[in-house]
C-alpha cells in the first residue's frame, strides 16, 4: 500500500515570496492533515480536513496561510508571502476517519522542508 | 488543556544496552496514545498505538510500550537498542472526538557504538 506522498521535498525561498506544497494521502483515507514541524519542537496541526472540508483550522495563520482539498483527495497548502519564521518542515498525514478508534491513527508523508531567507 | 510531557531531550545509549522512553500525559480521560519515530529528514513513522485492553503494547523494530493510568505514563521501551534506531520519538495523544493529536516535544536518541 503506498503511503503518504508529498512534494517538493525541499524548498528554499526569500520573505515574502509564495510557495506552495503538494500532499496524496494513502488511498481511502477521508481524513487529511497539516503539520508545521519548527526545529527542536513537535509537530503542530495547522488544517484537519474531512473529505474536502475543513474540520479544523483554528491554528492556521490565515492572512498568509491557505489550503484546500479539491475533490476529497490531493491537498495544496499555500504560503503567500512567507515570513522568516515560516522555516519548519510541513507535514501531511492521513487518516482513515474521524469515527474514534483505530480510524483515528495518523500516518505521515515524508514533509517538506522549508526555509525562509 | 491536554498536554504531553517528554522529559528527556536527549538519551544517549550504547549499542546492545536496554531503553527506556518517558511520556507522560495529562488529560481527564484515557485517550489514545501513539510512539512515532522521525529519523533525519524524514516524516514520523508510527511505531506503536494504545487504544485500549492490553496495558502493553507491541510495535515493529521491537519496541513496546506500556500504559500505567495510575501515572498517566505511556513510557517506551527496547530491550536491546540498534545503532539504526538512532532518531528521534515522539509521543502523541489523542482525546477522541474533535481533539487535536498533541505530540510532546521529542526526544533525541543516540547510539554510540
Known amino acids: 500500500e503506498a503511503g503518504v506522498a508529498q512534494s517538493p521535498r525541499y524548498k528554499i525561498i526569500e520573505k515574502r515570496q509564495s510557495v506552495a506544497f503538494w500532499c496524496n494521502p494513502i488511498?481511502?483515507?477521508?481524513?487529511l492533515y497539516w503539520y508545521q514541524q519548527i526545529l527542536g519542537q513537535g509537530p503542530k496541526l495547522l488544517i484537519q480536513f474531512q473529505n474536502n472540508g475543513v474540520v479544523d483550522d483554528s491554528q492556521l495563520p490565515k492572512d498568509r496561510f491557505s489550503a484546500e482539498r479539491l475533490k476529497g483527495v490531493d491537498s495544496t497548502l499555500k504560503i503567500q508571502p512567507a515570513k522568516l519564521e515560516d522555516s519548519a518542515v510541513y507535514l501531511c498525514?492521513?487518516?482513515?476517519?474521524?469515527?474514534?478508534?483505530?480510524?483515528?491513527?495518523?500516518?505521515f508523508g515524508p514533509g517538506t522542508r522549508l526555509t525562509v531567507l | 488543556a491536554q498536554s504531553v510531557t517528554q522529559p528527556d531531550i536527549h538519551i544517549t545509549v550504547s549499542e546492545g544496552a536496554s531503553l527506556e522512553l518517558r511520556c507522560n500525559y495529562s488529560?481527564?480521560?484515557?485517550?489514545?496514545l501513539f510512539w512515532y519515530v522521525q529519523s533525519p529528514g524524514q516524516g514520523l513513522q508510527l511505531l506503536l498505538k494504545y487504544f485500549s485492553g492490553d496495558t502493553l503494547v507491541q510495535g515493529i523494530k521491537g519496541f513496546e510500550a506500556e500504559f500505567k493510568r495510575s501515572q498517566s505514563s505511556f513510557n517506551l521501551r527496547k530491550p536491546s537498542v540498534h545503532w539504526s534506531d538512532a532518531a528521534e520519538y515522539f509521543c502523541a495523544v489523542f482525546p477522541g472526538g474533535g481533539n487535536k493529536l498533541t505530540f510532546g516535544t521529542g526526544t533525541q536518541l543516540k547510539v554510540e557504538l
Open positions: 488529560y481527564g480521560a484515557t485517550p489514545y
Open positions: 488511498s481511502g483515507h477521508a481524513t
Open positions: 498525514a492521513s487518516s482513515l476517519g474521524v469515527a474514534g478508534g483505530e480510524t483515528d491513527t495518523q500516518y
